[in-house]
């Protein structure tokens, strides 16, 4: 039955929501890498290689089967394993065909790797899938407590991107789950799941697919757009800080330019040491005139950047001199300046009474930028990272440190680049402003809620599945169930209770129903010669001749054993029809039957009833269809009987005689009656015979030809036949009063055939106190035609024990010469038919005494039946009879009248 699937079921499901889950996790999130328009790292956390292999393995899942009997699933899924091993050789080399590299861990592309090389290889022995269950377990124990690692660090651990590192890690372990799952579902191919199942698991795994992308694409979005408001936030701070300090050293240059000569340099001397005063993060100034640094006022007087700034090449490359007349923007070379950046303002200074062109003279004001920036320090520090990148490729960060090559490096190969600007001053442009996500915490946060919400999405669609699959198993199942139900289970008819059910649907509503009821003849008897195997092929052949015959013009059923029914309408009036439709099964029923190497031929008996006003349940139209083919048995089998009233009688008056027959046993109401046997020679009684007699009314006795017959059908005899042995034995030992004698009882064909016979006999014997010499069984040529070799022991046995044997009614059965040799017989009785004819008919006389010369022509003692006349008597004896028995010599009477 299909229930015992549920457990290869459930693992079908798993496997495939486990290889839709890779495959369409590996397409949405390729489709997206085309599509997406910027081509930043930030949008793709992952290798093309990883998703590659991540969805070839998920094919290959698919179709991975070690007990199918389909090649092409073989086929493909050792196609894709292959793939999937390529892919994963290419990302342990580093993805030669991605333009930037999503540092997944190695470790990971191993892993796939094998994993496909595993399923390319479908290995089938016992050891090796043992080892793919502990090994694919081991792995995915282990990847699943990395996977949980990033919920304790919250720093991506298996690739540069945060959601990289736990798609990657939950793709590889989705594909050791899988591969786990088809090492233990190795009892049988794994069954087809539904079509609805599979639309159920490819919608809502690409649903699941799409949300992720679509989330992770607008946190990234939002990402961006915060990178780019730090640094659109940083270019307008250095914008305003800018404006604000060259709009205070142009007041001081203004003044300069209106101080008198006279005092002109005390002033201006008076003036730096105010600015520097007041200013903290101002480190010097400087008095340019033409191309020489004329003097310098210092904050630390051990200090002097007149010499850095002659001595550094970089910062006099970017002095303009066609710009000397214009505000300018130095910034000093790292080297010389490793505690801090150091920007140089130049500031025109434009003397009055001077002569020189506007320009010639300048101040060049030194800042400490770190200094400067460091009253705009924040209490809250951002994960995002704004830097400026200076023209000789070094980068300062906000605060206006340089860049460490520590610092870089992280940038370059962990940090996430968000967007880049410009720094665009009334003094400077096209300086280049980058953000980056620095700090990947809190993106390591949101991505594993991100990547919960995507497995809770994966779990959701395997519950739809398993429940849908498990649902549509249930229907399946309980239509099988219903079928078997229904349906005899070897030949796939109907079986008893449902045609039954259906005549009761009908009989009230249609009264025209016509009822076949068929039976097979001798159908036992292939059972037992040919084997049971034999015998239901040949049921399951003749079901589908007999369905072929009916087709929609009736229903057919198994009704048990070797008996079908056929039950049709409009066929009361039709004799034609029904003629037809009998012919037509007898003639299918005929037809040779090829079975193995048996060729079997059979006939049938059928019973056909209609239904009539006169009947009032449904059972009663099969009842009468069944009364009808035992009538057609009882004329010789392979016929046709149409139910008539006067079966139902003699099948009433038969279930009336069982049941009296029954407690007549039971309340002991039968008798024995005895008839005596004489000597021939001198007419001496040497025995009597137990006749039994049964009284069912008062003076109103019922023949042993009527009820006798009925107990050996319905097994009763057994019972009848013990209870007459003891009476007869008691009777034999009181008959020993009056003289030797010997009690001849009649055995049943039955009770003899059973093995406890014998030892009931011994046993009867013993409490009755009656010898074995004293009793005589008589018994019939059938008894020992149906086995032959059983009932030679037997008898044999009971001789032994001086019982004697007597072969009753000889001469009527159909035993040879050579056969009736062979038995272990003392007498034979002659049957009355003989007898009764001897003084009208030549032909009895003739015959009769044929048959005394052939019994004593094998050592038989002959006694004749049924003598009723002096005639008949003087006529045995002539003939060499030794024993007479008859109505001449005395009525059979009770045991208290002998």
């Not at 109907?494 to 249609?510: G, S, W």
């Not at 292939?526 to 229903?555: E, F």
């Not at 006999?761 to 009656?770: H, I, P, R, S």
Request: charged letters at 20%.
């Amino acid at each position: 039955m299909r229930i015992i699937q549920v457990d290869q079921q459930a693992k079908a499901v798993v496997n495939l929501v486990i290889g839709i889950a890779l495959f369409m996790a590996a397409f949405v999130i390729l489709m997206y890498r085309f599509l997406e328009p910027t081509q930043l790292q930030l949008y793709h956390s992952l290798s093309s290689s990883i998703l590659i292999a991540a969805g070839a393995n998920g094919i290959a899942l698919l179709t991975y089967d070690l007990n199918s009997s389909k090649e092409w699933k073989s086929g493909v899924s050792r196609l894709f394993a292959v793939l999937a091993i390529i892919a994963s050789v290419d990302g342990f080399m580093g993805s030669l065909f991605d333009s930037f590299d999503a540092q997944i861990h190695q470790s990971l592309y191993v892993t796939l790797g094998i994993t496909g090389l595993w399923m390319a290889l479908r290995l089938r022995n016992v050891v090796a899938i043992r080892a793919q269950r502990i090994l694919a377990a081991l792995a995915a124990l282990a990847l699943a407590a990395i996977l949980l690692m990033h919920f304790v660090t919250e720093t991506p651990l298996l690739a540069r991107h945060p959601t990289g590192s736990l798609v990657a890690g939950a793709l590889v372990l989705l594909a050791l789950i899988g591969l786990w799952n088809q090492s233990t579902a190795t009892e049988g191919e794994l069954p087809c799941v539904s079509v609805l199942t599979t639309s159920v698991a490819v919608v809502g795994l690409l649903i699941s697919s799409a949300i992720g992308v679509t989330l992770f694409h607008n946190e990234m979005n939002e990402l961006r757009d915060k990178g780019r408001e730090a640094a659109v936030g940083l270019n307008l701070s250095r914008r305003a800080a800018g404006k604000e300090h060259v709009s205070t050293l142009r007041r001081l240059a203004e003044r300069w330019e209106n101080y008198p000569q006279t005092i002109h340099d005390e002033l201006m001397a008076l003036d730096m040491v105010a600015v520097l005063r007041d200013v903290d993060f101002l480190e010097s100034l400087i008095l340019r005139r033409g191309n020489e640094l004329v003097w310098e006022r210092s904050r630390h007087q051990d200090t002097t950047y007149k010499e850095m700034y002659l001595e550094d090449g970089y910062l006099q490359q970017q002095f303009d001199p066609t710009r000397k007349g214009e505000v300018q923007m130095l910034v000093a070379s790292r080297s010389r300046t490793e505690t801090g950046a150091r920007l140089f303002i130049h500031v025109p200074i434009d003397f009055k009474d001077d002569n020189y062109e506007n320009g010639y003279w300048g101040v060049l004001a030194v800042v400490n930028v770190p200094k400067m920036l460091s009253n705009k320090a924040l209490t809250y520090r951002s994960p995002i990272y704004t830097y400026t990148a200076i023209s000789n490729g070094m980068l300062l960060d906000e605060y206006g440190h340089w860049v460490s090559d520590a610092t870089l490096d992280y940038l370059q190969n962990r940090a996430l680049f968000l967007y880049e600007s410009a720094l665009d001053t009334e003094f400077t442009s096209g300086t280049p402003i980058y953000s980056y996500m620095y700090d990947l915490k809190e993106m390591q946060a949101r991505a594993n809620l991100q990547t919960l919400v995507t497995f809770a999405g994966i779990a959701i669609v395997l519950f739809l599945a398993l429940t849908i699959e498990r649902n549509r198993e249930l229907v399946v199942q309980g239509r099988q169930l219903r079928f078997q139900a229904e349906h005899d289970a070897l030949t796939g008819l109907y079986n008893r209770t449902t045609i039954e059910r259906m005549i009761a649907d009908r009989f009230h509503k249609q009264r025209d129903l016509t009822a076949l009821f068929i039976d097979l003849d001798g159908f036992t008897l292939i059972n037992d010669s040919l084997g049971l195997q034999v015998g239901d092929r040949l049921l399951q052949v003749l079901a589908q001749r007999l369905s072929n015959i009916v087709g929609n013009r009736g229903m057919l059923a198994r009704f048990g054993g070797d008996e079908f029914l056929i039950v049709t309408q409009n066929m009361h009036e039709n004799e034609e029809a029904v003629a037809e439709l009998t012919s037509k099964i007898l003639s299918a029923v005929a037809q040779p039957y090829r079975i193995m190497h048996h060729k079997i031929y059979l006939t049938a008996s059928i019973g056909v009833a209609h239904q009539t006003e006169d009947q009032y349940a449904p059972l009663e139209l099969i009842q009468r269809a069944d009364m009808a083919m035992h009538q057609a048995k009882r004329q010789g089998h392979n016929h046709v009987q149409i139910y008539q009233d006067s079966m139902s009688l003699q099948f009433k008056s038969s279930a009336a005689m069982r049941s009296s027959l029954q407690e007549a046993i039971e309340k002991n109401q039968l008798t024995l009656h005895y008839q005596p046997i004489v000597r021939c020679n001198d007419g001496a009684t040497i025995g009597y015979e137990a006749l039994l007699r049964w009284e069912r009314e008062p003076g109103k006795f019922i023949s042993p030809t009527e009820f006798i017959p009925l107990a050996e059908m319905t097994g009763q005899i057994i019972p009848l036949s013990e209870w007459v042995f003891r009476r007869a034995c008691e009777a034999a030992v009181k008959l020993q009063e009056h003289g030797p004698c010997k009690m001849a009882v009649n055995l049943s064909t039955l009770h003899f055939n059973r093995t406890e016979f014998t030892p009931f006999l011994e046993q009867t014997l013993e409490e009755t106190g009656c010898k074995p010499e004293w009793l005589e069984l008589e018994l019939t040529e059938s008894i020992l035609m149906e086995n032959t070799d059983y009932a030679v022991e037997v008898l044999q046995n009971l001789r032994n024990k001086n019982i004697t044997i007597s072969l009753d009614d000889f001469g009527t059965g159909f035993s040879s010469l050579s056969y009736l040799k062979r038995l272990p017989v003392d007498k034979v009785k002659i049957d009355r038919s003989f007898v009764a004819g001897i003084r009208t008919h030549r032909s009895d006389r003739v015959l009769i005494g044929s048959v005394i010369k052939i019994a004593q022509s094998l050592d038989f003692a002959v006694v004749a039946e049924g003598v009723e006349t002096p005639q008949q008597a003087e006529f045995v004896t002539e003939l060499g009879c030794n024993y007479m028995q008859g109505f001449y010599f005395g009525r059979p009477v009770p045991l208290e009248e002998l």
